[in-house]
Every structure is written in C-alpha cells, then in structure tokens.
C-alpha cells in the first residue's frame, strides 16, 4: 500500500556511474543508468529477449547493453540493436520518468503521463554552498510506514538512542501536530535542557560551548510519499531558541527519503544537512558517521515490529498524542491511495 | 499438535537474570523476566502501543521497559505508566502463568485457571546434596514427537552414537514397554557386557574399574506433555544391576524436557543427573561435555528425518517392538489434546 | 516439465565409492551407492522403518545400514535385516535403474520396466586411451531449459565470456539449426579469426602458433533429456577448418549434461574431452580449471534470469534464429513429455 504516482528517490547519482544498477522500487524491478550525456535512465530491468536482467550489463557509448547475448536498449525502452538481427518489431520496455536533482535521482514508478517533475520535493540547501550535506542507504525490512512512524515519533529517542541523542526531557515535553493538506507537522520545543553527546558534537563544531544548558527542538515534516524532513537544533538557553541568531546555535536538518521495495521493505536515504561550518569537511564525514550509527539501532526495532505486526494481523494499535504525526501521514497516503486508484478505475472504466 | 494445558520448561533462571528473553513456546511468542522481587515472569512478546516485541526492551527495578518508547509494562500484562500518557485505557498482554523450580522456568503456555504448580513435574535430584547436575540447550527444527520416539528408543545408540555409548548387545536385548495412566515406561537390561566409552568415563568418575563385565540397564519414562527421563547405569557384573549397592555402580537419570516452539522445531533440555561424587564439578563437565558432543550427533537426523517426512506426508511409518514407548506415547498424547479440544469446545459452548 | 523416462548424469563414480550420496533427480530424492560387487545402486532416500534419510547411514559389505536404527536395506529396495525384527513383511522402496557407464553414473527416474541401457548417451571419447576429459559439476538454481538455450546459443560467449573464449566474430557469423528426429543441431563456422585466449592455450597445449588466423568452429548437438555436446575447435586458417587434418588444430567436445533437480533447479555436470595430447595431465588441469572460470561466469546470469522468468511469468520471449536451436529442443522435450503422460494415462486406462 503505497502511492506509485509520486516522485520516490531511487538510488544517489554515483550508484549509476560506473554501471547499472538494479532495484526494486515499489515493486517495480527497474535498472538506472546514465546516457551518452549523463542524464539518469530508468528501464525495466528485463530483456525483452529472453529475459534477463538488464542490470547485469553494461553500459557503452549510453546504450544499456545486455550482458547475455549483446541487445542494446534505447533509453526509451525500444532496442535499438541487436547483432545480426532487425529489431524493429521487438516489443518495447516500460520507462520510468526519472530526475536527477538535489544529489538524488528521482523515479516515478506510476503512471508515466501524471509525471510532473516540478512537484519534487524542494530542498533548499542542496547545491548551495552554505549548507553541507552528508547521508547514507540502509535496506531494511519493514512497512515504510512503520519509519514514517518511528520518525514522526522521536520521543523513541530517550529509549533506542539512548547515549547519543536521546533525553528524559523528550518525554516529559508534549508535542504539537498539525496537519496542512498533504504535509503533516509535529514540533517539540524543549527549553533549558543539557545537550546530549551528539549535540555536544555539533555544538564544539559550530565553535559553540557544549557543556551549558540550551534550548533544543524537533520539528518534523511530513510530505507525500513519505519524505520526513526534521528540523532539529540547539540554541544557547534564553536566545531565543529556534529563532536565535546563528552564531548562538547549531541547527541543521535531518533528511530523510523512504522509498519502499515491497510492501515490507524499503531503501531508507538518510542523512543530515546543515547550515554551520559547511566546508568542514571532516566534521560532514563525523556527523555523517554518528549519525549512521545512531539510525542503525532503530534497525532491529523496525525489523522485528514488522514480524509481530505480521504475526498478530487482527491486533489494534494505539494512537496515542505521540503517535499523532504518524497517524495523519497515514490519512494523508490513504487519502493519495484511493484517489489513484479511483483514477486508474476512471481511465479503464 | 501438543497440549497448550500443560507446563513445559521454558529456559534456564541464567538466562533472565540480566536481561528479557524472547522466546516461542507452543507457537506463543513470549518474553521472559524477573520482577522487583526476582520472581520469573511470561508475556506476550508485544508492547500494546505500536507491536514492538518487549523483549528488546530493558527491566528497570522489576518492570519491563519497552526498548522504542518506554512504554512500562506491569507482572500482570497491564501497562503501569508510560512518559505523558495516561495509561488506564492501554489493552492488556496475556500473562502466562509461571513457575521458577528444579532450576528451570516452567511455563503454561494454555488457559491460565488450569494452570496448577503441583503437577510440575516432580525432580527428585535437583535441590539434592547427593546429586549433581549438568546440561544444554539445543533447538532443533523437528516435530517434538520425533524426539520423544528418539529418547524411548535407544536402540539409535548403536548407530548413531556407535563410539560413545553405543554397543551391538542394545540392538539383541528385548525391551519392555509399559503403559500406567498417563505414564509410558521401556525398560532394557543387558546383562554382562562390557561397558562402551561413556560408561568407562563413569565408572572411573566413581572409582571402579572400568576394564570388567557389567550389566547394564536402561529405564525411559516418558510423561506428559514431552518429559522423557531416562534411569541410565551400570553395575558391576553379578553384583544386583539395576540393584546394587551404590558403591559397585554408576547410575544416573538423562533429564530430557522438551519444549515445542512450534509444530516443527523445538527447544531440546538434555542434561544429566547422578548420584555419585556429585561435588566433583570437573566429573560434571566433562559428563556434561560428553553428553553434549552425544547429543549433537542426534540434530541432523532428528531434521533430515523431519524433512523426509514433510515430503512423503502420506507414507506410513512402521510400528515395531522398539518404537513400542513411543507410539504408546503418541497415544497418551492424541488423548489429552482430543481433551484439550473438548474442554474448549464445552466452554464454548 | 521434464521427461522421467530418460537416462539422466546422477553423480559421478568417485561421489559414491566412499559413503552413500543424497541426490535428488527430477523430483525423486534418491540414494546412490555401491553394492558387494561394486555396482551402483539408486533407491528412495527413505527409511521404511521411520523415515530417516537412508543417504545418513553406511554401507557395510554391500548392504546400506540406516544410521538410525541400523536396519539393513538391500539393493532392491526390500529389507535384507534389522536388528531382533522379523522383516519379510517391511514395505519396500522403490529402486531406481542405475548404470555406470562412460565416467558417470547414470539414473531412470521413470517407469523402470521402460529403462533399456542401450539407450544410454554414446560417449566415443570414454574410455578411449586416444582422448583425456576432465570436468566438474555446479548446483544452479534454474529451470534446465535456460541451460539447454545456454548451451544452443553460444553468440552469449562474446558478453559473458569476452575474456576467454568469446569474440566479436561469433556474434557476426550466423547460424545453422537443423533437427533430425529428437536431436537438434546448431553449428557455426568463423573462418579466419584471430583466436581467443582460451583457444591460444590449446593451440600452445597442441604445439601449434597461437597468434595466427585460424578457422573457428562450434557445433551444438542436443539430444533428449538434456545432453549437449559441443563440437568445437580451431585450424590454422585455410588448411580445412573442421576437416583439417589433427596437426593443425586443436579441437574437442564441450559435454554437458544438465540434470533436473527439481523444476527450478539444475546439476550440471560439464566438462571437455579433447584428442590431442590426451597424456598430458597438466594439460588437463589446466583446461579444467579455465572451463570452470568460464561456466561460472553464467551462473549468475541464469539464476537471475530464472527469477526474472517467475516475477513475470506471462511475458513471451523473443525466439529469434539465434535462438532455434533451444526452441527446436524444447519443442523435442514438449513432444516426449507429452507422450510420456499419454502413455501413463493409456496404462490407467
């Protein structure tokens, strides 16, 4: 259960640069590779020969070649040759409508006319030089709502991030959820708190004392498919928190895209961009790695939920006040599901 | 198919005393702690906020603590609070009734009014001075009656445990099998044989020699719902066998209790108990060591047996005298799960 | 969907002169070992006592011993003894026809009165002191029709193997399939091309130049269930190709015979049987190990064909002439699969 008219990121632009690459976006087996000029290409991955998958050949001169027996595939699924045969009437692949944009290539696994890429997500602070950006994939295997939960939801912090990220005081402050048409957004604003070890990190490296109280806060934004973009910081107490001057905080965004496999597994792009020391290169790589190592603790949780939700199918969950951001976002997708599907009824009907 | 009414060992008091245990008993998904007062405790393996299994949580001062939000889940399977939720509401998580006893933790995996700790099944040996004992763990993916048939037929020790305890006089000396209520006993003596390797072991462990004749005896019983307990020895020849005066024999009990997880793989508690130098703790782990190694040779045909089996589904085994306490088994078996079945459908009904 | 009544490779004769082996055939799980005089024998790898895998036990003079419970099964699948049992009235297992011929051991799967040795493949080059072979053997995971396509079309040679023995030239030079009965025959004829590496090391093992024209040659004969034998070779250019007299080429057999283990599954027994220098282990050896670099370069490729072929199971492939000669033998395979279940009908009348 997923919308498949959505722009979903499928792989990062050096995924494709040596060589094809083959995944599974949406239930969608796709192959993505680069043309002659460079630009993303997003196929099938099934020769219309004998099958096999695209993904395992190679690309020459931006034809897509077929590592078994040399079919060379046009970008627009159509083979444009194949040694000692005419190709004419070979029966086209399907092409998906892809972008290369904000250091992501983006696919559309839907419907190819309903294709807009102006409705990709904006992310201001890819290619501009006063922000940084470093990030990472992790294949997990669960619901990609259960993420969307799990990020709409950071009280879970105290408990699975325990010693990086997570404090008692996320708990002990409410959070607000908001719903806007499709965005959802849920904010925590906690005052006079001591910044936990990773906030001490990027405090030292916004050049910042690490060890008096700040105000910290959290806003999530929820955006369809299933983009959550964090705001997270810290400001020294009383400046004004998330409104202090820069000088006093560090503040940065926490990114995420979820592009689901299958209906129980999803290509989690993560990572964290930021607006302080942006041509620190060593302190991207040192944010990038805690980072890494915090989102890999929520693995587990996230993998084995999924094998008790599969185990008791008919058991009802809570939806508690924390919990509200991950609700809404599941109104906002069942809302965007049945209208695709009310639509696809329309066009056949 | 096995009776749910019924106390089966669920693991050893070692491994709750540091953290919660997941484990399936009977195709119940359950977590194991101790509460404030070290009590033993069994839930459903599922945190009624958002499914996550609590055994990947913590025990704080006797409450087991949901590792994802910090959800703090009472002995009774009722939530006692939760950070800024009111928690009254909150569905409840079936309790299993629990028993920590013979240095194992028994659990009822069935209705919880039937459960009743007199009828856990009675050790003489454990909390004994004069006896000693060690064992394992082992899980292995088969029917828990193909166990039950391996453990009442012994006959397996010639060719399968051929240089361990295994001797040709087992396979040419009848047994005797008898059947008394719920209660399946066979018996074999082999009288004035030389002992094989294991038994040398022993009888050198109780300062006898280990190079004469003796009579050897095997004595399997078998009770519900998988408890198979095995009086093992071997005299001195001439001397009285299975009667004789403790100081011209090596005897001891095979402790066999096993847990099915589900209807195919099980959770295999082999041990052994004796009554002689049971202060000698290195006798114990080399016999423990031995037995192990031994026990080990049962696994893969135990699961290879149990795959032939899946495959030919409809082909019949054969019912020989040796598979007598087996069968007899089986049959004590059909009969209380054909109770089991009827009681629940009268309260039903 | 393969044929039964065929003789098919089950294992070679090393594989069975120490122990029994386990192999499944066509579906039937089966046990292959020796008897007192040596010979091959195949039965179901079923206990009839209990349902062990008799392929765990041991063979002691002859008789295979269950390592279960030692019961003694004989070569025609009737019980020969069992320990203090009378065994007359034992169901018996089936036994399978089996024949050790030309370095393999060769199993019926089918009807057994149907099984005439005589029909056993032809192999001039065993046993004959003017020819050498070596060979191995791969598990894949594919239906053995993608292996009989493989193994017709060899223009796959110039992507999956372009290091070794693939050039640009057998892409370029068209094909000939011709049928003739059930054998099917594809051949092509490269004059004048430089050879490729796998080729200089014959000539070189021949005493030949290697870095001369020659003419190349590849002549793929498929005969029912699943053998292919490949005709291949190189003659110094212009002195008659395939015709040319032994010291000027360098020429062999590709034997291949594809063993259905289930109907997504393969044993695939491959190796090359050369006439030149047939002494010459080292020549062997090294042959052997290069052909085994470059059949494992297709592994990959038909596996993930195969899962490609089940996630879309209602596409049609291409048949184009390059791919005659596979279609030609499954058409073969179609007509004898076919008849083999007319006939079975015919005989439950």
Known sequence: MFPKNAWYVACTPAEIDDKPLGRKVCNEAIVFYRDADGAAVALEDFCPHR???????????????????????????????????????????RAYPVVERHGFVWVWPGEAALADPAT????????????????????????YRLMIDNLMDLSHETYVHATSIGQKEIDETPTTTRTDGDAVTTSRFMDGVMP?????????????????????????HFSPPSHVLIEVGVALAG?????????????????DFITPETETSIWYFWGMARNFNPRDKALTASIR???????????????????????????????????????QARKVLDRLVAQERAGAAALQG
Chains 1, 2, 3 share one sequence.
């Open 51 to 93: 099958g096999a998958p695209l993904s395992l050949g190679r690309v020459i001169e931006g034809k897509l070649v077929c590592g078994y027996h040399g079919l060379e595939m046009g970008c627009d699924g159509r083979t444009v040759a194949m040694p000692g045969q005419r190709v004419r009437g070979f029966p086209a692949i």
């Open 239 to 255: 400046q004004g928190g998330y409104h202090a001057a820069p000088e006093v905080k560090a503040s940065s965004i926490v990114v």
């Open 120 to 143: 990709i997500h904006a992310c201001d602070w890819a290619d501009n030089p006063d922000w940084a950006y470093g990030g990472g994939l992790f294949h997990i295997h669960c619901d």
């Open 196 to 220: 936990p070890p990773f906030w001490r990190l990027a405090l030292r490296g916004n050049h910042l004392p690490d060890d008096q109280p700040v105000d910290r806060w959290q806003i999530c």
């Open 289 to 327: 790695e805690g980072q890494g190592r915090i989102f890999s603790e929520d693995l587990e949780m996230l993998e084995r939920q999924q094998r008790n939700l599969r185990a008791w199918p008919d058991r009802t969950l809570l939806k508690l006040n924390i919990d509200a951001g991950g609700v």
